[in-house]
């Protein structure tokens, strides 16, 4: 256990190290978003604005650090010498990442709820919130791990992100993982939440498979 | 010993290997020309990509498990390039990859990391960044990394390939020293880097096995065949142009050039050959 706690310990100072200032920017973006929250003017009709920060500002960045830990395996000889040694290590890694970022959650929804009162969360949105952030982190590695390359990477999640955004997810032709509207019971909901879920599912289908996979690096 | 027995892979429903049999041991040497399938193959015995059929066996014991080789603890790979983690040094990559391997113990992982720096003779440069390490450096540390596994088979793809002349001839000790006890497969398309530090050697080309044996009879593949003329320099074009010229060395007073040729040279004395004569005569006779 000890050894366990130092070693999740030096591995954020090894993040640090070698991602230099691009490890801070979810931290910023968190910042970003609790200050909006903080100072919104907090009208009644924009309450629920606070909710769709936090599913479109800070949650599509759970996938940063992942993305940048990953995107290391395909430097040059990483892949014919870390990588087999790094599929063992990538749980540890993805729970670190995802247990940072839902302590975050946990920051903004408190201060949600002692801005406003308990009644602009429902427990639908915090599941919401959880199932988002594994979403986007399995995103991430998905892509990372098929297309090898960070920036290509996060270009497309942030472009589909500011899409969904936009468009409050109307318009586009794929399923939408946000929601834009207070939750209100009907058939619309779980099928919302299954959706995501599948899509949580085959993602991490995907990223176990892909991450191993040496002989299908693209030239 | 490693053994390889009837190796097949294609790729893109090309032949990249065909029916590849070797014995490896000792401090073995891979040679054959750029895209002999060198690579292909020590990956396939390294267990990151996939053969389509054949065998591979360590010791008598079966390591071919489905469509690849046994991940395994014994055989470590060192690709062509090693950089990683650039903005670190090369100390702290160690210490990181150490964990990877599973060395939890910080103090045990400290242990082991000064070992395999001392084992490379990386001291001195262990606080550099791994950017701003040598190409031959970085190769250190690259073993280093593999020597962490504590494997007792070692494969280099091309381990001298981009080193300087200085870096070549220490990185040859490295190996050397190595060798006593690991063995050691290294590939290369240039003979003399294996020269004199191989105790076996293959000759792969087009997938193929052209060759297998000692130095020695490598270099008896071409006896009978060197021819060694002492020429002028104006001389030298005639010769150029009519013989299959494989090296040309200039002398105080005259310049002596070596052919190669399958009957009686008249002016030429017949020379013992070297093993860059035997590995041609093994891959020209292929071409013919
Ligand atoms: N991923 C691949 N897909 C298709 N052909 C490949 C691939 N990798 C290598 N080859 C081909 O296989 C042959 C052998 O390549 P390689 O093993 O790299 O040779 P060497 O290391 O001896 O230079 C070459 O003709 C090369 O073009
Ligand atoms: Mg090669």
Request: hydrophobic content about 45%.
């Amino acid at each position: 256990m000890k050894h366990f706690i130092e070693n999740i310990f030096l591995s954020f100072r090894f993040d640090m190290k070698t991602m230099g200032v691009i490890f801070f920017v979810p931290v910023v973006m968190f910042a970003f978003s609790l200050s909006i929250i903080v100072l919104a003017p907090g009208i009644v009709d924009d309450r629920y604005n606070n909710i769709v920060v936090i599913q479109g500002l800070f949650i599509p960045f759970s996938c940063w650090w992942i993305l940048y830990r990953l995107s290391e395996m395909y430097e040059e000889g990483a892949q014919e010498t870390l990588v087999p040694y790094y599929s063992k290590r990538f749980p540890v890694d993805f729970f670190r990442y995802f247990f940072l970022h839902v302590i975050g959650l946990a920051v903004l929804c408190s201060i949600l709820i002692i801005k406003y009162d308990a009644s602009i969360l429902t427990g639908i949105n915090v599941l919401h919130f959880i199932i988002l952030t594994l979403f986007y982190m399995l995103l991430g590695t998905s892509l990372i791990v098929l297309i090898k390359n960070v920036e290509i990477s996060l270009t497309i999640i942030m472009i589909y992100t500011v899409l969904e955004v936009i468009t409050q997810g109307d318009y586009m032709p794929w399923p939408h993982v946000f929601l834009f509207d207070p939750p209100i019971n009907g058939p619309f909901l779980p099928i919302k939440l299954s959706v995501l879920g599948v899509a949580v599912i085959v993602l991490m289908v995907v990223t176990l498979i892909f991450i191993r996979r040496a002989d299908k690096k693209p030239k | 010993m490693i053994q390889l027995s009837n190796i097949n892979k294609q790729m893109k429903k090309h032949p990249i290997l065909t029916d590849v049999s070797l014995n490896m041991e000792g401090i073995y040497g891979l040679i054959g020309p750029n895209g002999a399938g060198k690579t292909t193959l020590m990956k396939i015995i390294s267990s990151l990509i996939s053969l389509d059929s054949g065998g591979l066996t360590i010791y008598g014991e079966d390591y071919v498990k489905g469509k690849y080789v046994k991940q395994n603890k014994r055989i470590g790979y060192l690709p062509q390039d090693f950089m990683v983690y650039p903005n670190i040094s090369a100390e702290e990559a160690l210490d990181h990859i150490a964990m990877l391997k599973g060395v939890m113990d910080k103090r045990e992982r400290r242990d082991t990391v000064n070992q395999v720096i001392n084992e490379v003779n990386l001291q001195g440069h262990q606080n550099k960044k791994m950017i701003e390490l040598s190409g031959g450096m970085r190769k250190r540390v690259g073993i280093a990394q593999l020597l962490i596994g504590k494997p007792s088979i070692l494969v280099f793809d091309e381990p001298t390939a981009g080193l300087d002349i200085e870096e070549r001839i220490r990185f040859r000790n490295l190996l050397k020293n190595l060798g006593a006890n690991h063995t050691i497969i290294i590939s290369s398309h240039i003979v003399e880097d294996i020269e004199f530090l191989s105790t076996k050697v293959g000759v792969l080309k087009k997938g193929k096995v052209l060759f297998e044996g000692t130095p020695a009879e490598l270099k008896a593949q071409a006896a009978g065949y060197v021819w060694e003329y002492d020429a002028t320099v104006e001389e030298l074009d005639e010769i150029m142009n009519h013989k299959e010229v494989v090296q040309i060395t200039e002398e105080e007073t005259k310049i002596s050039v070596r052919v190669f040729s399958n009957h009686e040279e008249k002016e030429a004395k017949s020379v013992p050959p070297r093993l860059i004569d035997g590995y041609l005569a093994v891959v020209k006779g292929e071409d013919e």
